[in-house]
T-cell receptor, first 111, second 115 residues
Framework: EDQVTQSPEALRLQEGESSSLNCSYT??????LFWYRQDPGKGPEFLFT???AGEEKEKERLKATLTKKESFLHITAPKPEDSATYLC????????????FGKGTHLIIQP | GAGVSQSPSNKVTEKGKDVELRCDPI?????LYWYRQSLGQGLEFLIY????????KSGLPSDRFSAERTGGSVSTLTIQRTQQEDSAVYLC?????????????FGPGTRLLVL
């Protein structure tokens, strides 16, 4: 059974204070690892897809990396508008086509 | 262009009643997914449609849940004899194709409250 564990559950940072969010996963054949951002009352918004260990992707203040067991979402010099819940999900070769999600990291950036 | 749309945005119903939730995927997307997000829980996969193929129902929690997709586009998720534990946000997503690693784009969700 595919499993995704995100840590920490919640993180409070000062504006400009860089940090990383962790996503540990167990899958039977990784087809893709996805990062989404979810604002209160809205659906998840796609950020990144990573397919193989060693891959990295960047977008503005965010950078996602992938190893064989985990992914990190690095946030550099965050701003208050980066406050949201960040979700990690995997799609495996185990049969089911839906994504398996972690419970998310609730990030608060204080001005 | 237009994203995934869902209706209604909110639904309040009484225990035992049936409800229907609707999803309009992004135009041209052949794959459609339903998920459930309960308070304090992660998103839970429910069902997947790819074109005209038989749906993958592996995530449906009970036989009270069913879904259909008409004409390869709009989908309806039906919950019969609703229970209080069915209260959650129901999210729909679509992707260009159901192949490996395709990005799923989500709608805003339907917030269901069963009293």
């Amino acid at each position: 059974e595919d499993q995704v564990t995100q840590s920490p559950e919640a993180l409070r940072l000062q504006e400009g204070e860089s940090s990383s969010l962790n996503c540990s996963y167990t899958v039977s054949g990784l087809r893709g690892l996805f990062w989404y951002r979810q604002d209160p009352g809205k659906g998840p918004e796609f950020l990144f897809t990573l397919y193989s260990a060693g891959e990295e992707k960047e977008k503005e203040r965010l950078k996602a990396t992938l190893t064989k067991k985990e992914s990190f979402l690095h946030i550099t010099a965050p701003k208050p508008e980066d406050s949201a819940t960040y979700l990690c999900a995997v799609q495996s070769g185990g049969g089911a086509d839906g994504l398996t999600f972690g419970k998310g990291t609730h990030l608060i950036i204080q001005p | 262009g237009a994203g995934v749309s869902q209706s209604p945005s909110n639904k309040v119903t009484e225990k035992g009643k049936d409800v229907e939730l609707r999803c309009d995927p992004i135009s041209g997307h052949t794959a459609l997914y339903w998920y459930r997000q309960s308070l304090g829980q992660g998103l839970e996969f429910l069902i997947y449609f790819q074109g005209n193929s038989a749906p993958d129902k592996s995530g449906l929690p009970s036989d009270r849940f069913s879904a259909e997709r008409t004409g390869g586009s709009v989908s309806t998720l039906t919950i019969q004899r609703t229970q209080q534990e069915d209260s959650a946000v129901y999210l729909c997503a679509s992707s260009v194709a159901g192949t490996s690693g395709q990005i799923q784009y989500f709608g805003p969700g339907t917030r269901l409250l069963v009293l």
